[in-house]
Antibody
Framework: EVQLVESGGGLVQPGGSLRLSCAAS????????MHWVRQAPGKGLEYVSAISSNGGSTYYANSVKGRFTISRDNSKNTLYLQMGSLRAEDMAVYYCARHAGSGYYGYWGQGTLVTVSS | EIVMTQSPATLSVSPGERATLSCRAS??????LAWYQQKPGQAPRLLIYGASTRATGIPARFSGSGSGTEFTLTISSLQSEDFAVYYC???????????FGQGTKVEIK
């Protein structure tokens, strides 16, 4: 069974940093690109960042470029999102999602809440 | 960036009735369109990909159609568990990244 379990969310002050993790199991992690998608309270879904299966290519939404860094450790079956210079508008539930070859998200984690507030 | 627009924002339907949800893309996305269902406090769940292919385990009452810029998700006979928010997502244009519609909430009439 495919499982994605996020962790690392919490309360952080504006301008602060946080690192999210996503532990994967039930599939060959190193064979799949992985994405982070977020959802602000009461709002819709927003793509945040993506990483290729071997970690060699990374992509970011304009809204987080230069502030967030995506990475992965295929030996640990874990995806990461290092978030810096956090703003109020970054407050959201962050989901990791397994990217199907063509582009849709077949599997999602349960999400981790990031709260940005002083 | 491709903008996805869903309508209506809220759809009030009685159990057993048919629900029709629309999704429009600002430019053609071919058939690279997915639909997701999200219930309160839960992660989204994939329903449809390739505009019309049901994901594994999705009941036959869910169907998708369309191509290019106009897409439809139809729920043929609404069950109590179908009341949720539905999102469309295009995966035709990379970069800058996949984009989602703003969602349609299907509520009990």
């Amino acid at each position: 069974e495919v499982q994605l379990v996020e962790s690392g969310g919490g309360l952080v002050q504006p301008g602060g940093s946080l690192r999210l993790s996503c532990a994967a199991s039930g599939f060959t992690f190193s064979s799949y690109a992985m994405h982070w998608v977020r959802q602000a309270p009461g709002k819709g879904l927003e793509y945040v960042s993506a990483i290729s299966s071997n970690g060699g290519s990374t992509y970011y939404a304009n809204s987080v470029k230069g502030r967030f860094t995506i990475s992965r450790d295929n030996s640990k079956n874990t995806l990461y999102l290092q978030m810096g210079s956090l703003r109020a508008e970054d407050m959201a539930v962050y989901y990791c999602a397994r990217h199907a070859g063509s582009g849709y998200y077949g599997y999602w984690g349960q999400g981790t809440l990031v709260t940005v507030s002083s | 960036e491709i903008v996805m627009t869903q309508s209506p924002a809220t759809l009030s339907v009685s159990p057993g009735e048919r629900a029709t949800l629309s999704c429009r893309a600002s430019q053609s996305v071919s058939s690279n369109l997915a639909w997701y269902q999200q219930k309160p406090g839960q992660a989204p769940r994939l329903l449809i990909y390739g505009a019309s292919t049901r994901a594994t385990g999705i009941p036959a009452r869910f169907s998708g159609s369309g191509s290019g810029t106009e897409f439809t998700l139809t729920i043929s006979s609404l069950q109590s568990e179908d009341f949720a928010v539905y999102y469309c997502q295009q995966y035709n244009n990379w970069p800058p990244g996949w984009t989602f519609g703003q969602g349609t909430k299907v509520e009990i009439k």
